[in-house]
């Protein structure tokens, strides 16, 4: 038995409708929280990378120490998006709530050498880190 020809015809529209219906609703299958993109632990969403300077590179317990993470990105969130903390003193906690302020100054009260850190978060909740080590001389 052969199928007539608008039978086949409307097989054939039905069959790719049936298709695109399947790659639209399935091309983004692990955004779980409706927000149009991967999610955190989703394959298609990239770490940012944290990069900072620190100026002046060394000084003292007078010196007002300018942290500037203007230059991490992030492949899928815009730079200005992108939110920041900073962890002063090395100790793995941060001592700054997150921002869209890249920038952030910092007096050090005491002399040593300190490990700051930089957590650099994007709009899916991915966050990566950067170190410097800043050493502090008595003023
Ligand atoms: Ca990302
Ligand atoms: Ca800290």
């Not at 899928?76 to 997150?98: I, P």
């Not at 921002?99 to 990566?128: C, E, I, L, N, P």
Request: proline share 4%.
């Amino acid at each position: 038995m052969r199928l007539r020809w608008p039978c086949a015809l409307l097989l054939i529209v039905a069959l790719t409708a049936l298709a695109a219906v399947a790659y639209v609703s399935g091309c983004d299958s692990s955004d779980d929280n409706g927000t149009g993109g991967d999610d955190a632990a989703g394959p298609d969403n990239a770490a940012p990378t944290a990069v900072f300077t620190v100026t002046p590179a060394s000084g003292t317990t007078a010196t007002n120490f300018v942290f500037n993470a203007t230059a991490s990105w992030d492949p899928e969130t815009v730079s200005e998006a992108l939110q920041v903390r900073w962890d002063w003193d090395g100790d793995g906690t941060y001592d700054t709530a997150f921002t869209t302020v890249k920038t952030a100054s910092h007096r050090f009260t005491t002399a040593g050498s300190y490990r700051v850190t930089v957590q650099v978060r994007d709009s899916y909740g991915a966050t990566g880190t950067a170190s410097r080590t800043v050493v502090v001389a008595a003023s």
